[in-house]
């Protein structure tokens, strides 16, 4: 069940075919997924009874393909009860919609300045464009270029750290995607996640 999000994640629509009939489903959604690290439910490595190898064979059911195309992965801690005491954050959501709406300008404009027709965000772009619009400077270049080696990123997830990193410069106001945008974006591809997985397999 899972796979078969691989299509609609990376096309934007579903295809059916049958013996004489193929129907194309427009299918662009935003996937968003939460997984237990083990199949206690509990923490990973130590706080587990079962051991390091629960969390691995179960985090091993996730595809590798399927976890490419998951642009932005997040381990998160357990929540304390001292966290529980902790104030609100000082930035809420009316001043992150802001300042992602901004972004969303920002790519719009430059779609438009372009002449992409039908282009809106970042997501929608692909091939030669991204290539053209996320080009990092050469320290980024750089990093991008080792990551890739030492990570074995697949051209698809070299790629997507390359949309991310543009995303993540516009949310900077940042016209230039600078090594630290690289950065960020490749912190996001899951690589825990990956180790365990190549590490069950
Ligand atoms: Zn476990």
């Known amino acids: 069940m899972l796979d078969a999000l691989r299509q609609p994640l990376e096309t934007g629509e579903t295809i059916i075919a049958r013996a004489n009939h193929r129907i194309h489903y ?40 399927l976890l490419d195309r998951i642009d932005l992965q997040i381990e ?3 929540v304390s009860a001292a966290d529980l005491l902790l104030p609100p954050p000082s930035e809420g959501s009316a001043e992150v919609g802001a300042w992602v709406a901004r972004a969303r300008a920002l790519q719009q404009a430059r779609f438009e300045a372009l002449g992409a027709k039908g ?12 290539e053209d619009i996320a080009r990092p400077d050469a320290e980024g270049a750089e990093l991008l270029r080792r990551a890739a080696e030492s990570l074995q990123l697949t ?3 070299f790629h997507r750290t390359m949309r991310v990193a543009r ?30 997985h190549a590490h069950a397999a």
């Open 167 to 196: 995303t993540l410069a516009d949310l900077d106001g940042s016209e230039a995607v600078a090594r630290v945008h690289i950065a960020e974006a490749l912190s996001y591809r899951g690589e825990t996640l990956r180790q365990q």
């Open 26 to 65: 427009p299918s662009r959604i935003q996937l968003i997924a939460a997984m237990n690290p083990c199949r206690c439910g509990g923490g990973t490595g130590s706080t587990c009874k079962r051991g390091a190898r629960c969390a691995a064979e179960y985090q091993a059911r996730i595809s590798g393909p």
């Open 155 to 157: 051209a698809r997830g």
């Open 76 to 78: 998160v801690p357990a």
């Open 119 to 130: 282009l809106r965000t970042n997501a929608d772009c692909t091939g030669r464009l991204l």
